[in-house]
Structure formats: structure tokens, C-alpha cells
């Protein structure tokens, strides 16, 4: 399944992991580390950042990664489990995670672990869901992050106080309990060095009558910073094809309007985070329809953002996109759908300097700086960022002085093009 955050569209439809056990032998964490971690992370610098999700270290190995152009990553992903005293790293290659650190620091690149994800989140509600609880899951966590050697957590629940994947344990008071969670995280030896980071859907976290909460500022005294989930805000499940990762909607009809960066960071800042603890998550990835041709092309031969599609023949996407299967819930779901940016170059949509490729229609919406590719013979239509589409998120970031960005996933990309892109547009290369 994909692990990877979820729309909240994704809602209003709608594992247990093994055990790790958690560590006899503690040892102080970076003892030796000369860099004052709470001190580094808060300071200023543009956060250069993606996950890397274990389960593709096989065709995506660490000695890929373009090191040297990151300040953190976060290995994805060890999930929650029935036993608050465990997180398990089960399907995520748990053997990789020690080199995934050790590379890191002989990067200079602060290493993470992010908890939880869209197929992972089952359990978060129990473990922060009573004192007694938070205490024990303080311990699991700091125990874990001492054991890898850790610079930080990552908590990517989907999501406190409603619902995700449709069966997580949710609870009234999940937000209140998360950041009582995160003080008491804070407050202990381990946890206070540590660098904490939230991953979130585009919306502030919901209030115990489900609504999103208008002052979340209590957990920008807690975490580092959040990262904006700004994908997924269209695809399968959606009315009509649109943008995976808008960056603007509010230029967008009535309808379509139903989140992007724009109207996420104002959300979120209004809210009580200040931008400079916001990181954009972005995607190296886009969602794919089948789109008739009529459909698909206007009048004047340009490519409909907001397309009629039929959901009855789901295009598969690359090797890395989900299989049609029974999730975590036990419901039967069709194949994701997903290209990643490389997907697109060995599916024949792009070339590769990640141009569109002959016999490809291409289209760029302005209000969402999105890409938009078309194969007539196929019927598959994609909706995608792009250089371009990265290049602009990099100067929304610099622009309106957010922390940095994090790319869903590193292996996504092909050849650093939205990697370069984005770093160029921010201002960090
Ligand atoms: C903390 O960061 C500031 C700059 O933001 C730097 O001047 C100072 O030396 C740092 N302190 C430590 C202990 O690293
Ligand atoms: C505390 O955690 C255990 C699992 O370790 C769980 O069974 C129990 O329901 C949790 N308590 C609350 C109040 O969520
Ligand atoms: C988003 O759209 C609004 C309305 O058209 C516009 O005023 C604003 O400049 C746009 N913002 C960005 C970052 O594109
Ligand atoms: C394309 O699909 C639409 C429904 O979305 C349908 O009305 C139309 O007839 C189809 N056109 C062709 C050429 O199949």
C-alpha cells in the first residue's frame, strides 16, 4: 500500500506490525554529535529535506542518494502496533536503518525516523490515549531514537482526531492528548535533543467535534517544525482528474478549491504555526485517470485540468505503484495509479531531461502550477509536478519565508531534475 500521506478527501470516504522490542542498553544519543541539535534546527536555515522509504532501498540503495544537496532524511517508516511499548520497522527493511544513520552523518545530514504513515497509523490514538500511556510511549520512542542513533522523529499520524486509512482508533481528544504526548517527549532527557518534526494533512489538526482547530500554536513551542502533506489533494477517489499537489487554489473555480500550499500555509499560520516552522512536503510523484479523448482535449487542443475520468479502468502505474489488493482494513482497493517522476520517463510521457516526450500532450496550469501529460493511444492521462511546477514551489517557499521543503519520496525523482529544481528556486543552490 502506499504508505505516503492521503488526501483528505480521502476521509470522507471511507497491521498490525511485529514487535521490535525496545532497548535494554540505552546510551545517550550523539554524544559525541558536535552539533547542538535543538539549537541547529532552530535556527533559520532552509530545510533541504525528503523521506526515504525503506521498502525501495532494493532499486533505490542509499548510495543513490544525492546526499550532499539534503540537510535531513527521514527514513520511512516504523509504525505503531497494539503494544504502545513497540514500533515496528516490519516492511521497511529494518536492516537498512543503521547504514541509513551511519551514511547520514558522514553526510553531515541529520538523520530522522518518521513514525506512523497512511498504512501505519492504527494504534496512535491508544498510545498517547491516557497519562499512563504518553509515558510509555515517551519511553518507546526515545528508547527507539537512542538505539539508531537518531537525530530526530518524525510523526506522521493520519490523522489525530480523524479518521485515515478507515480503521485507526480515533479519539475525541487525540490533538489535546498528541500534544501532551509532545511535552512530555520534550521534557525528557532524550527527547529534548532530539529534532521533532509532524508530518500533516493540509488542514490543522480537528478539535474534538472533528472540525479543524482555529489555535494549534501550542505545538509550535513542541515540535521543530510541520511538514504540509500538500499532496493527494486530487486523485482516484476524486470527482473529476486535478492537480496532485496544487500549489495555488484560491485562483481556482469554486469547486476546485479543496487545498493547496497556498491556502494550506495560511491555514496553518493563522492557526498559531509560524511559517518559519512550515516545510512544504512536495511530491516526486503525480496521479493517473483514463481520460477519453474527447474528454481529455478542449476545443482548442489543451488538456483539461478537471477532467471526466472512469474510475472503472484505473490505469496501473510504474513498478513502484501499489497493486489492487486488500489494505491494512481489510478492504479491497483498485492499483493506486501512482508514476513517480521517473515513472513517467520509462512510461514514454517524458524524455529523459524530463521534457514531454514525442506524441505526449502536455499542459501546464498556471493557477495550480501543475503539469499535465496525455497519451491518446492509452487513454492515460497524468497530473504531476514538473521542474516547472517544483521550480515555482521553490519561490513560493523563499518568498513567503517558509523553513524549507520535503520531498515525498527521494527515489522518486530521476537524475535530481525536481530535486535541482526546488533547491535552485528557493534559493538553496
Ligand atoms: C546556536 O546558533 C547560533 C546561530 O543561530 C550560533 O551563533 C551559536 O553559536 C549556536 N550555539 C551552539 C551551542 O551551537
Ligand atoms: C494504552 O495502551 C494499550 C496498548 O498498549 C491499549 O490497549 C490501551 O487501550 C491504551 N489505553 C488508552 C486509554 O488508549
Ligand atoms: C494565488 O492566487 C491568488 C488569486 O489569483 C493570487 O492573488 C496569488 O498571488 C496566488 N499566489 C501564488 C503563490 O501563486
Ligand atoms: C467520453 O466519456 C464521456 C463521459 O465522461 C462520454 O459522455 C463520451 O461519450 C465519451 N466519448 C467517447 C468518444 O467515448
Request: charged share 15%; proline share 5%.
Amino acid at each position: 500500500m502506499m504508505y505516503s500521506l492521503f488526501s483528505f478527501s480521502l476521509l470522507i470516504l471511507s497491521l498490525v506490525a511485529g514487535s521490535t522490542r525496545s532497548l535494554a542498553h540505552p546510551r545517550k544519543p550523539h554524544g559525541a554529535d558536535p552539533h547542538n541539535h535543538a539549537n541547529a534546527s532552530r535556527s533559520s536555515s532552509l530545510v533541504s529535506a525528503a523521506w526515504y522509504a525503506g521498502w525501495h532501498s532494493d532499486d533505490f540503495p542509499l548510495a543513490s542518494v544525492s546526499w550532499n544537496k539534503y540537510t535531513h532524511l527521514t527514513y520511512s517508516f516504523a509504525v505503531t502496533t497494539p503494544d504502545v511499548n513497540t514500533i515496528s520497522l516490519d516492511g521497511s527493511n529494518p536492516d537498512v536503518l543503521p547504514q541509513f544513520v551511519e551514511t547520514a552523518h558522514n553526510n553531515g545530514v541529520k538523520a530522522l525516523v518518521s513514525v506512523g504513515g497512511w498504512t501505519g497509523s492504527l494504534y496512535y490514538s491508544t498510545a498517547v490515549g491516557s497519562a499512563e500511556n504518553r509515558t510509555a510511549f515517551v519511553k518507546t520512542i526515545t528508547d527507539f531514537a537512542t538505539k539508531y542513533k537518531l537525530d530526530g522523529i518524525d510523526f506522521d499520524w493520519e490523522y489525530p482526531g480523524t479518521q485515515g486509512i478507515g480503521c485507526n482508533a480515533v479519539n475525541a481528544d487525540d490533538t489535546t492528548n498528541f500534544l501532551a504526548f509532545l511535552r512530555e517527549l520534550r521534557a525528557h532527557p532524550v527527547g529534548k535533543h532530539l529534532i521533532l518534526t509532524a508530518a500533516t494533512s493540509v488542514f490543522p489538526w480537528a478539535g474534538p467535534d472533528g472540525n479543524q482547530l482555529s489555535d494549534v500554536s501550542g505545538f509550535a513551542k513542541e515540535l521543530d517544525w510541520i511538514a504540509i502533506m500538500n499532496y493527494d489533494v486530487w486523485g482516484p477517489w476524486s470527482a473529476t482528474t486535478g492537480p496532485n499537489a496544487p500549489l495555488n487554489d484560491t485562483c481556482a473555480s469554486a469547486e476546485n478549491q479543496q487545498g493547496s500550499a497556498v491556502s494550506a500555509v495560511a491555514q496553518w499560520s493563522a492557526a498559531g504555526i509560524p511559517t518559519h516552522q512550515i516545510v512544504l512536503g512536495v511530491a516526486s510523484y503525480g496521479h493517473s485517470f483514463h481520460v477519453n479523448v474527447s474528454d481529455a482535449i478542449d476545443d482548442s487542443g489543451s488538456l483539461r485540468p478537471y477532467a471526466p475520468f472512469d474510475a472503472a479502468l484505473q490505469p496501473t502505474g510504474d513498478k513502484w505503484d501499489d497493486d489492487a489488493g486488500v489494505d491494512e482494513c481489510g478492504n479491497e482497493n483498485g492499483p493506486g495509479g501512482n508514476f513517480d517522476f521517473w515513472g513517467l520517463i520509462d512510461a514514454g510521457f517524458l524524455t529523459l531531461s524530463g521534457d514531454p516526450a514525442p506524441l505526449t500532450a502536455y499542459d501546464f496550469d498556471v493557477c495550480s502550477q501543475t503539469a499535465y501529460v496525455y497519451h491518446e493511444e492509452s487513454e492515460v492521462f497524468v497530473s504531476f509536478d514538473d521542474a516547472r511546477a517544483f521550480t515555482a514551489k521553490g519561490h513560493f517557499i523563499k518568498d513567503t519565508k517558509l523553513r524549507g521543503f520535503a520531498i515525498w519520496e527521494a527515489g522518486g525523482d530521476f537524475n535530481d531534475i525536481l530535486l535541482d529544481a526546488i533547491r535552485s528556486g528557493a534559493g538553496a543552490a
